[in-house]
Antibody, heavy 123, light 105 residues
Framework: QVQLQESGPGLVKPSQTLSLTCTVS??????????WSWIRQPAGKGLEWIGR???????NYNPSLKSRVTISVDTSKNQFSLKLSSVTAADTAVYYC???????????????WGQGTLVTVSS | SYVLTQPPSVSVAPGQTARITCGGN??????VHWYQQKPGQAPVLVVY???DRPSGIPERFSGSNSGNTATLTISRVEAGDEADYYC????????FGGGTKLTVL
């Protein structure tokens, strides 16, 4: 059973860089045709996709966040990470990591999720 | 960018059938996935590829997709089904619907 766990600071100051890591257990991050993704959810609001990475290092990002986002992978540690720069209060949210599985018709879905971690942007 | 439209809320009595819609331009040509999210918890995949269920998801959950509307159907609704439900597609990027709050009366 694949499990994902987010970790990182719960409080980030405005204009600084938010950094989170997702540790994958129960399987190798490099096995299978999976991507690995970050999704966030502000309190009381819906889900927002941030981006995804393949173990080759290939990435796709949400166009609205692309200029500020970097997702990387460390296969030796079975981890992938998120960096979001120049944060503001609008970036306050619960951040989830998830496994991305290919579906039909070149579609993708999230079959395993971490429990989520709240990141607050405040001085 | 592609937009998915869900009703903000749906209410249903226990034992009845709930239908949650997800509208999008020619969504029938895409594969639609559905997630259930209970308060304080991470989302859970309940239907993928329009109508397939992951292991462990009750048969009461089913999906369909045609034309401009995809539908998640929950039969014999139980109190434990009360949650937010999100649809999702891939359109060169991940797109989520705005979510529907299912209330069990």
């Amino acid at each position: 059973q694949v499990q994902l766990q987010e970790s990182g600071p719960g409080l980030v100051k405005p204009s600084q860089t938010l950094s989170l890591t997702c540790t994958v257990s129960g399987g190798s991050i490099s096995s299978g045709s999976y991507y690995w993704s970050w999704i966030r959810q502000p309190a009381g609001k819906g889900l927002e996709w941030i981006g995804r990475i393949y173990t080759s290092g290939s990435t796709n990002y949400n166009p609205s966040l692309k200029s500020r986002v970097t997702i990387s992978v460390d296969t030796s540690k079975n981890q992938f990470s998120l960096k979001l720069s120049s944060v503001t209060a609008a970036d306050t949210a619960v951040y989830y990591c998830a496994r991305v599985t290919p579906g039909n018709d070149y579609s993708y879905y999230f079959d395993y999720w971490g429990q989520g971690t709240l990141v607050t942007v405040s001085s | 960018s592609y937009v998915l439209t869900q009703p903000p809320s749906v209410s249903v009595a226990p034992g009845q059938t709930a239908r949650i819609t997800c509208g999008g331009n020619n969504i029938g040509s895409k594969s639609v996935h559905w997630y259930q999210q209970k308060p304080g918890q991470a989302p859970v995949l309940v239907v993928y590829d329009d109508s397939d269920r992951p292991s462990g998801i009750p048969e009461r959950f089913s999906g369909s997709n045609s034309g401009n509307t995809a539908t998640l159907t929950i039969s014999r609704v139980e109190a434990g089904d009360e949650a937010d439900y999100y649809c999702q597609v891939w359109d060169s990027e991940v797109v989520f619907g705005g979510g529907t709050k299912l209330t069990v009366l």
